[in-house]
């Protein structure tokens, strides 16, 4: 298996307080064609991950070391304009919210053609076939090119966010709690939707979550990070079925089953506390 | 006495849409198609649903918030619908509810103290002392401290404000409390601790919830029974451990094989 992406020891911080690491020298890898999810609670930096690798951490925040190896390079050594080819082309990203992340005074065709004009140069005919052919990949009848975002749902504003979102056909999609906003049954739609895209299109994707259900339905790889560190990572088998650390074990414990056997058991930061400092000495 | 404690006969509720240009035409909607729902005292009722299935309007459409087109609610007996504004607000204390979106339901420019003494102040609860310790009592009861009254909304986590939002319904001792979506804003673990004290805190104070959710793996942890909704009607209700193991109605089938994570459940690989 080849690797496409290869996060090493990346560090995190406010740069106001570079000391404080909100994202503490984490290290992973991503083969071309395999999903890993990030799992963990709010806080835990595993948006800031995400964001750090497209390249997008607000001016407030700085990488403070480590590397994002993406295809044999380097981009955190890359400059704004560099980026911008890679950004949209070769990453793209999924947000949460499909209500806030759409342009509402655009219709659909337009936010799907922008990547499609600034990338790859498509446009007039070329360019709307391509828009309807995207648009029905997704699931949404070609005609509804120019609807406007307010006259869709929320499950088919995230459709036409995944249709901008492998318009260039990436190599890697980061989707950021894309199933958080939607309905249960609308969220299996979009799950099923990114799955066979990512086949069909021999994507790899990085999704960050904080539900196992959607892990355990999604992922190849998991890694689970806690107060900014990744506290375990492995294949989903390993981690959902057989976790090593008490947190990952704790986080598990927490999640009702559809079955209702398991009792809920509630995280006891306390004893975690001391069973980290326990595991660290 | 019958053995519920909240009921409801036949509610009918219709919202007017306005689309078109200029919203001049429009369209009724709507919300409650015929819907009975019956809570037992002590239990726990869910209603799960999508978006747009109405299950919030049914909440509201219970406490009165919002008028109903037809049908009646009885609680402990009487009929909610007949009652007299002031003979409502009695009863209100009665049946409360606990939000959704913690960050939204607690005014942000009072302090913690305030909100959760008001109900106690407006009921015309014991003397300004009483009052205080009922308020600091019910605060230990949900893990917060006595010094957290005097600190505003935006201290606390949205964990902690859901932690308050329970309190301020639960120090009014209400025999009814509708939970809407309490649990769905919240990280997995906070959702577990927060799933938990409701638990106790029906044992303790002999509540009977109604709970809203469209989490059909929280509704298997802490409900009894079960209705199930969709474009307004009840589709399918009875026992929870019943309707998981044996939905009747495509609807409800579809519901449950949405829930993540259960193909890998069902045959670990």
Same mark, same amino acid.
């Given at each position: 298996?080849?690797?496409?992406?290869?996060?090493?020891?990346?560090?995190?911080?406010?740069?106001?307080?570079?000391?404080?690491?909100?994202?503490?020298?984490?290290?992973?890898?991503?083969?071309?064609?395999?999903?890993?999810?990030?799992?963990?609670?709010?806080?835990?930096?595993?948006?800031?991950?995400?964001?750090?690798?497209?390249?997008?951490?607000?001016?407030?925040?700085?990488?403070?070391?480590?590397?994002?190896?993406?295809?044999?390079?380097?981009?955190?050594? #890359?400059?704004?304009?560099?980026?911008?080819?890679?950004?949209?082309?070769?990453?793209?990203?999924?947000?949460?919210?499909?209500?806030?992340? #759409?342009?509402?005074?655009?219709?659909?065709?337009?936010?799907?053609?922008?990547?499609?004009?600034?990338?790859?140069?498509?446009?007039?005919?070329?360019?709307?076939?391509?828009?309807?052919?995207?648009?029905?990949?997704?699931?949404?009848?070609?005609?509804?090119?120019?609807?406007?975002?307010?006259?869709?749902?929320?499950?088919?504003?995230?459709?036409?966010?995944?249709?901008?979102?492998?318009?260039?056909?990436?190599?890697?999609?980061?989707?950021?709690?894309?199933?958080?906003?939607?309905?249960?049954?609308?969220?299996?739609?979009? #799950?099923?939707? #990114?799955?066979?895209?990512?086949?069909?299109?021999?994507?790899?994707?990085?999704?960050?979550?904080?539900?196992?259900?959607?892990?355990?339905?999604?992922?190849?790889?998991?890694?689970?990070?806690?107060?900014?560190?990744?506290?375990?990572?492995?294949?989903?088998?390993?981690?959902?079925?057989?976790?090593?650390?008490?947190?990952?074990?704790?986080?598990?414990?927490?999640?009702?089953?559809?079955?209702?056997?398991?009792?809920?058991?509630?995280?006891?930061?306390?004893?975690?506390?001391?069973?980290?400092?326990?595991?660290?000495? | 006495?019958?053995?519920?404690?909240?009921?409801?006969?036949?509610?009918?509720?219709?919202?007017?849409?306005?689309?078109?240009?200029?919203?001049?035409?429009?369209?009724?909607?709507?919300?409650?198609?015929?819907?009975?729902?019956?809570?037992?005292?002590?239990?726990?009722?869910?209603?799960?649903?999508?978006?747009?299935?109405? +299950?919030?309007?049914?909440?509201?459409?219970?406490?009165?918030?919002?008028?109903?087109?037809?049908?009646?609610?009885?609680?402990?007996?009487?009929?909610?619908?007949?009652?007299?504004?002031?003979?409502?607000?009695?009863?209100?204390?009665?049946?409360? $509810?606990?939000?959704?979106?913690?960050?939204?339901?607690?005014?942000?420019?009072?302090?913690?103290?305030?909100?959760?003494?008001?109900?106690?102040?407006?009921?015309?609860?014991?003397?300004?002392?009483?009052?205080?310790? +009922?308020?600091?009592?019910?605060? +230990?009861?949900?893990?917060?401290?006595?010094?957290? $009254?005097?600190?505003?909304?935006?201290?606390?986590?949205?964990?902690?404000?859901?932690?308050?939002?329970?309190?301020?319904?639960?120090?009014?001792?209400?025999?009814?409390?509708?939970?809407?979506?309490?649990?769905?804003?919240?990280?997995?673990?906070?959702?577990?601790?927060?799933?938990?004290?409701?638990?106790?805190?029906?044992?303790? $104070?002999?509540?009977?919830?109604?709970?809203?959710?469209?989490?059909?793996?929280?509704?298997?942890?802490?409900?009894?029974?079960?209705?199930? $909704?969709?474009?307004?009607?009840?589709?399918?209700?009875?026992?929870?451990?019943?309707?998981?193991?044996?939905?009747?109605?495509?609807?409800?089938?579809?519901?449950?094989?949405?829930?993540?994570?259960?193909?890998?459940?069902?045959?670990?690989?």
């Amino acid at each position: 298996m080849s690797e496409l992406l290869r996060i090493e020891s990346l560090s995190i911080a406010p740069a106001a307080a570079p000391e404080r690491l909100l994202v503490n020298q984490i290290s992973f890898a991503l083969e071309t064609g395999k999903t890993t999810c990030i799992v963990g609670e709010s806080g835990s930096g595993k948006s800031l991950t995400a964001l750090a690798v497209m390249g997008l951490l607000s001016g407030q925040l700085q990488l403070v070391q480590g590397k994002i190896n993406f295809q044999r390079q380097n981009l955190t050594g #890359l400059n704004n304009q560099q980026m911008r080819e890679i950004r949209g082309k070769r990453i793209a990203m999924i947000f949460q919210e499909p209500m806030t992340s #759409l342009n509402p005074v655009l219709s659909i065709g337009y936010q799907i053609g922008e990547p499609l004009t600034v990338h790859l140069g498509l446009k007039g005919q070329a360019l709307k076939t391509r828009i309807a052919n995207l648009l029905e990949q997704v699931g949404i009848p070609a005609e509804r090119a120019n609807s406007y975002p307010d006259e869709l749902s929320g499950g088919q504003r995230q459709r036409v966010m995944i249709a901008m979102s492998i318009a260039c056909e990436p190599v890697l999609l980061i989707a950021d709690e894309p199933t958080t906003a939607l309905d249960v049954t609308v969220q299996a739609q979009i #799950l099923k939707l #990114l799955d066979e895209l990512k086949t069909r299109l021999n994507m790899s994707m990085l999704f960050i979550t904080h539900d196992f259900g959607v892990v355990a339905d999604i992922a190849d790889n998991v890694v689970v990070m806690f107060r900014g560190e990744i506290v375990e990572s492995g294949s989903v088998d390993q981690v959902l079925n057989h976790p090593q650390h008490p947190y990952t074990q704790a986080l598990l414990a927490c999640v009702p089953d559809a079955e209702g056997k398991k009792p809920l058991k509630p995280i006891d930061y306390a004893w975690l506390n001391a069973e980290q400092n326990g595991l660290a000495a | 006495m019958s053995a519920y404690i909240l009921s409801a006969q036949h509610l009918n509720k219709s919202y007017i849409q306005r689309s078109g240009r200029f919203g001049f035409t429009t369209k009724q909607v709507k919300a409650l198609d015929d819907v009975s729902i019956q809570l037992r005292a002590g239990a726990t009722l869910a209603v799960v649903g999508e978006s747009g299935s109405g +299950k919030s309007t049914l909440a509201r459409c219970l406490l009165q918030l919002q008028p109903l087109n037809s049908g009646a609610v009885q609680f402990q007996g009487r009929d909610l619908a007949v009652l007299s504004a002031a003979e409502l607000r009695q009863q209100r204390r009665h049946l409360q $509810m606990i939000f959704q979106d913690p960050f939204a339901s607690l005014n942000p420019r009072m302090k913690i103290g305030a909100i959760v003494g008001e109900g106690l102040l407006i009921h015309k609860l014991g003397n300004a002392l009483e009052q205080r310790q +009922k308020v600091v009592q019910m605060l +230990k009861r949900v893990c917060l401290s006595e010094a957290d $009254m005097e600190k505003y909304p935006h201290e606390f986590s949205g964990g902690q404000r859901q932690r308050i939002g329970i309190a301020r319904a639960l120090v009014l001792e209400p025999k009814v409390v509708v939970c809407d979506e309490p649990v769905s804003a919240l990280d997995v673990s906070i959702q577990a601790q927060i799933l938990l004290l409701l638990k106790e805190l029906q044992q303790e $104070m002999a509540l009977s919830y109604l709970f809203i959710s469209h989490d059909l793996r929280v509704v298997r942890h802490i409900a009894d029974e079960v209705v199930v $909704m969709h474009q307004g009607k009840v589709v399918e209700q009875g026992l929870v451990a019943d309707i998981y193991a044996n939905p009747t109605q495509a609807y409800t089938r579809n519901l449950i094989n949405a829930i993540p994570g259960r193909q890998r459940a069902a045959n670990p690989s």
